[in-house]
């Protein structure tokens, strides 16, 4: 599975929109990018997930370049229990992949009243 | 979707000692994984379990060490052996399906702190 790139830590104030960049630049064909979140002390949570179009469900949009080699996860309006440590993960839905996830290190957002 | 029960939700054990951690998931399902999270880190994969074959383990991580039992498609186990202060951790439960369009589920962790 591809490597991804976040950056370490964001603030966003509360009401506004959060953009969450990851870079997966040896992206492949068969890959998806999924995002999680993990909020302190508690299992990762699935946000969303797509392949080259924009995706949007009730909790974010993902916004994901035209050469895939980056995407964006929007939330459209933070609040602070959006506070957390976002996970952006590339993984094949190909049949010899188990459905493991190979976590980065993830951007840690803080969201501020 | 699937519901993950993880027991127990946190201990502290002495050094030396095994703890075993279970994983129930209120489905069938045909993969279930292992992470640790040490403190102040992201989650990297100890295992996969696969119902009926011995886990495969990921590098860096031994079955002398961390035994994982799958003996049905509802359960797991792994037990920390021989445990040192370097093994204080989270340990994750979480399953998925190999080559799907789904998203994985995670259980809440056991919180592990060895003295």
């Known amino acids: 599975d591809a490597k991804t790139t976040q950056p370490p830590s964001m603030d966003c104030a509360e009401g506004r929109a959060a953009n969450l960049p990851c870079n997966h630049s040896t992206i492949s064909g068969n890959e998806y990018v999924y995002w999680y979140r993990q909020i302190h002390s508690q299992g990762p949570q699935y946000i969303i997930h797509g392949l080259k179009n924009n995706e949007t469900n009730e909790m974010a949009s993902l916004i994901i370049t035209e050469d895939r080699k980056s995407s964006t996860l929007i939330l459209p309006h933070a609040t602070l229990r959006d506070t957390a440590v976002y996970y952006c993960?590339?993984?094949?839905?190909?049949?010899?992949?188990?459905?493991?996830?190979?976590f980065g290190q993830g951007t840690t957002l803080q969201v501020k009243p | 979707s699937a519901v993950i029960s993880q027991k127990p939700s946190r201990d502290i054990c002495q050094r030396g000692t095994s703890l075993t951690i279970q994983c129930q998931v209120d489905s069938q399902v045909t993969m279930m994984f292992w992470y640790r999270q040490q403190p102040g880190q992201s989650l990297t994969l100890i295992a996969t379990?696969?119902?009926?074959?011995?886990?495969?383990?990921e590098s860096g991580f031994v079955i002398d060490k961390f035994p994982i039992s799958r003996p049905n498609l509802t359960f797991s186990t792994l037990t920390v052996s021989n445990m040192s202060p370097e093994d204080s951790s989270i340990y994750l439960c979480?399953?998925?399906?190999?080559?799907?369009?789904?998203?994985?589920?995670f259980g809440q962790g056991t919180r592990l702190t060895v003295v």
């Open positions: 993960i590339v993984r094949d839905h190909g049949s010899s992949n188990t459905g493991k996830l190979i």
């Open positions: 379990a696969n119902q009926g074959s011995e886990a495969t383990y």
């Open positions: 979480s399953v998925g399906r190999p080559g799907e369009n789904t998203e994985a589920f």
